[in-house]
């Protein structure tokens, strides 16, 4: 099976809204109660302990920052005001093992929250941004401005670890348009900070890429403080969407903790294939619909090596029996009857997808039962010397 015939692929991947708020209200505003936008559980409310009643916690006012509605201004300092995104129609991307009514961030899934937003002029709150919670039980992460140090980026763990990472030389003075990506993987989670991006899903190197703390979250809140005379930031245009779709079940991971290890203890920080040169393991992921019918299904592939070629490959067997098989730098997952898929060329972040219809490359029917894998190349620097390497597995059972 050898990787040649080296051809690029792109093509534009589809995003659901979970949730939208542009504050479409009128000037002057107070937000406690306001039950505007698209795709949210309840109204905003505003957190001042013990009324929880304040409407003076955040007012509209114009111009909008976005060019819809518009804007919130946060005016008073320490507090903010919250709201629930919607889970209907995002169950799988849920995780119900802490909270029976689940809550977003389910490993293997992946969820874009940005926002526009900028301190006051003249203000001097010290931190501004959007928190996500797990309501009335923690904090989990703030992304924005984190407190003092007049930069955007994120916040982890706010009352854990205290973990903070920011962007060098960016303006929280300025309107800036912030992009977070957020992939929850097994164990650790990856963020991506894009700010002012030419795309709303840039593909591009982002402006920060951390692994952060291992975090669920079904509340998020804007809020800001800490001033030391004037207080006031702003906030607009808040969107939280996923990729469209989902569809198969993810095995055979580069973690040694589910399967055979990697040749070169080249193990992965979880739900991906053995680690790479660029120092994590590739992600397969799938979405649209397992159909004949529609034939929608697309496979997605992250922390591939940039600019270098993949091979995608549908076989029938899950090898090992799904703990897969030593081969190059990483595991071969899928095997017998191997049919190739298509090549793609990484991107410059590393990510790759499909563009053909698998079902009728592979001339498939209902009730097949197929797993699928990415080969890639990793010729500079491979942990094992080998020069390529593998993802993890897909396992997709096709209907009608």
Known sequence: MGLV??????????????????????????????????GWANAWWAGDPPTFSLQDHSVTVAPSL??????????????????????????????????????????????????????MPGGDDQYGGISLNHQFVNEYLFL??????????????PWGANVVTTVAG??????????????????????????????????????????????????????????????????????IETPTGGAGLAYC????????LCPCANSSTGGEGCGNSQGRGALLTASGAASIGSDSLVLHASGLVPMQPGLYFQGNNAVGAGAGAVFGDGLRCAGGTVIRL????????????????????????????????????????????????????IEVNWTP
């Open 5 to 38: 015939a080296l051809a690029s692929a792109t093509a534009a991947q589809s995003f659901s809204t979970i949730s939208f708020e542009s504050f479409d209200y009128p000037v002057g505003t107070g937000m406690h109660n306001a039950a505007g936008g698209t």
């Open 66 to 119: 976005d060019g819809v509605g518009n804007t919130v201004e946060e005016s008073f300092g320490g507090f903010g005001s919250f709201r629930f995104p919607s889970s209907a129609g995002f169950e799988h991307i849920l995780d119900y093992s802490l909270d029976p009514a689940g809550l977003f961030g389910a490993d293997d899934t992946t969820i874009w929250l940005s926002f526009y937003s900028r301190r």
């Open 144 to 157: 924005g401005a984190p407190n003092s140090w007049n930069l955007w980026g994120v916040h982890d763990a």
């Open 170 to 239: 960016s303006n929280v003075d300025q309107t800036t348009h912030l992009v977070y990506r957020i992939d929850f993987l097994l164990g650790q989670e990856r963020l991506r900070l894009w700010m002012d991006p030419a795309l709303a899903h840039p593909d591009t190197p982002a402006d920060m890429d951390v692994m952060i703390q291992d975090f669920r979250f079904n509340e998020i809140g804007y809020k800001s403080g800490n001033e030391i005379t004037t207080h006031g930031w702003q906030f607009d245009g808040i969107l």
């Open 253 to 260: 991971f580069g973690d040694g903790l589910t399967g055979v």
């Open 342 to 393: 298509q090549v793609s060329v990484a991107d410059t972040a590393g990510e790759s997808m499909t563009t053909n219809a698998i079902s009728t490359t592979a001339g498939l029917v209902a009730g097949d039962l197929k797993r699928y894998q990415i080969w890639y190349r990793d010729p500079a620097a491979s942990p094992c010397g080998s020069g390529f390497n593998l993802s993890n597995g």
